[in-house]
């Protein structure tokens, strides 16, 4: 448990890599929305080529090598074993059909001939629970139940040059065999580089770092620096980590997305709030918050009535009482910093994304405002300020550990859940038997607080039978 906890110490956290931070910030401070914010983070994770690089020939060996482990593997099944398989429905009573087949089968020499014993669909359906291959998305197994295991929460990625990727698999499944490790891996094989997810469980995460370790020492040109994933943590600069209980890529990012973009949005939501004269630079000019805030959004209003086909003739203009479009853009703008200051103390970042702030304008007439362009306009004024007030920085990373405690999140280690750290730092037994500790002591208080309200109450001789037996337990405490 010593090196694991060494190997979590050594875990760079995702926020504190200045090139993935830095990243981050820029994507925050260009998002309109939570949603875009999301998309771009995500994208980096995202393989967008629809080519295929990888060396076929080499495919078709590793191919090969995974039949021959299939092979070994379901014909040293007993009975029992493959009878269990099937109450745990991992198979169907078929299997036995398939398995006839496969023991007067000799040694695949060809892909080709392996592809016509595929065409069995029966051998070809069990062969799936071991190497899926949906199109060009695949997942390899070491063996039968792995996919069902939940405790496969730890992802390791490591990216691959396509001409190398199956011999690289080819080496690290070896490996795996060799020292007993299972695996379960997933990529995609698009693209003239690989990202390559590799799961494990707490048990097998230093077994599976030291393969890497190897595989990298023989085969240092196959590995490029991993940046497919901002929010993973650096093993060191060609492996990366991630962790969460049940682990989907997609609710992973998701969450700690909304963490980073909910406490930078607060943040900066409170100090254009309280700094609201301070001077900022926009389109040439030098200009306070308010003014700035007011001709962001006016632009953005008025970038919209244009995009909605709205001309000089529509309501907008006649109740601004404006002739040309100038006079409207003048117009939307003072109402903005006019009202600016009570539309700032409503709290925007907190409230539905979809909500309007109503703008008076004359004649009792308004003009609904999207509560993102505010925000948007807030977003746009990170950077800036950052370099005005370097507390801001650490405002952030500050409301981010905070906000992890109550997403389970590991606020010391942004990659992984609260729950991998329990397990690493606290022994389990001890951490059971220190809650039943916990669990008695609440009883017993209940036991204090029972006899507290019966002593209070109208004495009566059942009463009185009950404070005495109560308080009997409570000796007992004392003398135990």
């Not at 448990?1 to 990243?23: G, H, Q, R, T």
């Not at 009535?305 to 009482?321: D, G, H, P, V, W």
């Not at 500790?437 to 001789?461: A, Y």
């Amino acid at each position: 448990m010593d090196d694991l906890k060494a190997f979590y110490l050594s875990i760079e956290n995702p926020i504190d890599n200045k090139v993935k931070w830095n990243k981050l910030l820029n994507i925050y401070s260009t998002s309109s929305s939570f949603d875009q914010f999301y998309s771009q983070i995500a994208s980096f994770s995202q393989n967008s080529s629809n080519s295929l690089y990888y060396d076929e020939e080499d495919k078709h060996n590793f191919t090969l090598m995974m039949w021959s482990i299939w092979k070994s593997l379901i014909l040293s099944f007993s009975e029992t074993k493959l009878n269990s398989y099937i109450e745990k429905k991992y198979f169907n009573s078929d299997v036995y059909d398939a398995i006839k087949v496969i023991r007067n089968l000799e040694s695949m020499k060809t892909f080709d001939e392996l592809q016509k014993t595929l065409n069995n669909p029966d051998i070809k359906k069990y062969f799936s629970k071991m190497f899926l291959e949906v199109e060009h998305d695949v997942a390899i197994f070491s063996n039968f139940e792995i996919v069902k295991d939940n405790s496969y929460h730890i992802v390791f990625n490591i990216t691959i040059e396509a001409l190398n990727l199956y011999k690289l698999l080819k080496i690290f499944i070896n490996q795996c065999i060799s020292h007993e490790i299972p695996y379960y891996i997933k990529y995609s094989e698009y693209g003239k580089t690989i990202s390559v997810s590799i799961y494990t469980n707490i048990d097998n995460v230093k077994k599976i770092e030291s393969v890497l370790n190897i595989l990298k020492k023989e085969n240092y040109a196959f590995f490029f620096y991993n940046t497919n994933n901002l929010l993973s943590g650096n093993v060191d600069e060609w492996v990366s980590i991630m962790n969460k209980e049940n682990f989907n890529l997609e609710e992973y990012l998701k969450e700690r997305s909304l963490v980073i973009f909910k406490s930078i949005d607060s943040i900066m939501y409170e100090y254009v709030l309280g700094h609201q004269n301070i001077l900022v630079s926009y389109k040439g000019g030098r200009m306070n918050l308010i003014e700035y805030l007011a001709n962001h959004v006016m632009e953005k209003v008025i970038a919209d009535l244009l995009n909605s086909n709205i001309k000089t003739n529509s309501e907008y203009f006649l109740i601004a009482n404006s002739q040309d479009l100038l006079n409207l853009k003048d117009y939307i703008k003072s109402r903005l910093m006019f009202n600016m200051k009570e539309i700032l103390k409503d709290k925007l970042y907190l409230k539905d994304a979809n909500e309007k702030v109503p703008l008076r304008l004359n004649n009792n007439k308004t003009i609904d405002i999207d509560i993102n362009l505010f925000m948007f306009a807030i977003r746009n004024l990170t950077l800036t300020l950052m370099l005005k007030d370097n507390a801001l920085e650490k405002a952030f990373r500050i409301r981010i550990k905070n906000e992890c405690q109550f997403q389970k999140i590991d606020p010391d280690k942004f990659c992984f859940s609260v729950d991998f750290a329990k397990k690493i730092f606290f022994n389990e037994k001890k951490y059971d038997n220190y809650e039943k500790e916990i669990s008695s002591i609440h009883k017993e208080l209940e036991k204090f607080d029972n006899l507290e309200k019966l002593m209070n109450s109208e004495i009566t001789p059942d009463i009185r039978e009950k404070i005495s037996s109560t308080m009997k337990d409570l000796l007992e405490i004392f003398n135990g």
